[in-house]
């Protein structure tokens, strides 16, 4: 096959499309979301109404269907102009509607996803509890057969977008003592009047991405029918959660991509204006290997990452590629964030200059997608054949 390290013009044409919104919509406002730390629910209805919502869903459910290339060019873009809103979008795009999509039945599709990608109906995923995070097989959100479908049990935190959510794809086990065998995806509404359903918890205040709105998810003997059962068998929920990772492992990337360079440019654009012992800082030597450092990361991050999405778009199997792509990414982003901190010198510590924020939203991507120890647990691990 040969090597080919162009976008296609219609890739091309659609970042330029994504960066004008953002430009438009988004840097105007950037310190604000920040600072409010509330949903931007405008901004919300006009990447809907941009079609935005429905990038990799179905036509024919209002969607766009782009490639995964175009996907992750999406990503960038987005978490350019604000990583918090870029969480959101992302999870009601990505991890929120990605098991209905795949596993719902028409009445589901209808009722959720159609109206999920017009942006009147908001979603997540709820993995993480409790006394369970990297450790899935550690899940207590028990899901119980009754007739005619499910109780749910437990409650989620963490949940990205939970505290406004209308729906959500739950994980759960049919019995704690099975581990990673009795997990599965159920999905799950918010109670009202007349339907059962889950019911927010606390709201967490997070130190960065803060205009994503994150808390608890309280599932209390709610029942479900049984088509909210999302997969085509018991106990193959990790085996489907799988299949979603390398996607969001490589979307994690591509946020932090975006920061790092944020940071690095407006770090750089400070450095030549910034005059110590009669010169601009950017004139010695220390302060340019800083740039130069970030920028032969950035750089093999960014084309790893693309080759990534290249490679899920070909069907090409790429579990530790997705895994080196989201470590690398990261950690050069951490680099990076931490070196413009420096760059600004005591300002760095001021809320005015824009270094502490990006290296507060920086942290998150951490978290997401595998941690920076579980991932070089396992890398460490295949690596070594052990
Ligand atoms: C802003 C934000 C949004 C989030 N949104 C969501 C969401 O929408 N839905 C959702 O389900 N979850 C969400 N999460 C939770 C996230 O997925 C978890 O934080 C992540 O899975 C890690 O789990 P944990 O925080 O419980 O850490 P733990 O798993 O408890 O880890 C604690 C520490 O132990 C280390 N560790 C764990 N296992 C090992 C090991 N085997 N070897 C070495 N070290 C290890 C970890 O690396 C870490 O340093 C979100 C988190 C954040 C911060």
């Not at 350019?80 to 509607?97: D, E, K, N, W, Y």
Request: charged letters at 25%; proline letters at 3%; a neutral charge.
């Amino acid at each position: 096959m040969a090597l080919d390290f162009t976008f296609t013009e219609e890739q091309e044409f659609f970042r330029q499309m994504v960066r004008d919104a953002v430009n438009r919509l988004i840097m105007p406002r950037v310190k604000e979301l920040d600072e409010k730390e509330e949903f931007p629910w405008d901004l919300w209805k006009e990447f809907a109404a941009l079609g935005y919502l429905g990038l990799r869903h179905e036509e024919k459910y209002g969607g766009m269907a782009t490639d995964t290339i175009s996907q992750m060019i999406f990503y960038e873009e987005l978490a350019r102009g604000s990583c918090g809103f870029a969480m959101a979008a992302i999870m009601q795009i990505l991890m929120g509607t990605y098991f209905i999509a795949l596993f719902g039945s028409e009445n589901i599709k209808q009722r959720i996803l159609v109206p999920a990608i017009k942006g009147e109906k908001i979603g997540t995923i709820c993995f993480t509890e409790d006394q369970s995070g990297s450790d899935l097989g550690g899940t207590r959100t028990l899901a119980t057969k009754v007739d005619g479908g499910w109780r749910i049990n437990g409650r989620k935190q963490w949940i990205t977008n939970g505290p406004i959510a209308d729906f959500t794809t739950v994980m759960a086990t049919v019995d704690p003592k099975l581990g990673l065998k009795g997990l599965n995806f159920y999905l799950v509404e918010k109670k009202t009047a007349d339907r059962d359903g889950f019911t927010p918890g606390q709201r967490l205040h997070k130190l960065g991405s803060r205009c994503s709105v994150t808390g608890e998810l309280v599932f209390d003997n709610v029942f479900i029918p049984d088509e909210n059962f999302l997969g085509e068998q018991i106990g193959k929920g990790v085996q489907y959660a799988g299949d979603i990772l390398n996607e969001v492992r490589i979307m994690t990337a591509m946020n932090a991509l975006a920061i790092a360079k944020g940071a690095m440019e407006d770090a750089r654009g400070y450095a030549k204006n910034r005059i110590a012992f009669g010169n601009p800082i950017s004139k010695y030597q220390l302060i340019r290997e800083k740039f130069a450092k970030y920028w032969a990361w950035y750089e093999v991050s960014w084309n790893y990452t693309y080759k990534c999405a290249w490679m899920i778009q070909n069907k090409i199997t790429c579990t530790n590629e997705c895994m080196l792509a989201k470590y690398h990414a990261t950690e050069m982003c951490m680099y990076a964030v931490e070196e413009a901190m420096r760059i600004y010198g005591g300002n760095a510590f001021c809320t005015e200059y824009p270094p502490q924020r990006y290296w507060r939203d920086a942290k998150f991507l951490l978290y997401g997608g595998g941690t920076h120890e579980v991932l070089c647990d396992y890398l460490g691990r295949i690596f070594c054949k052990d």
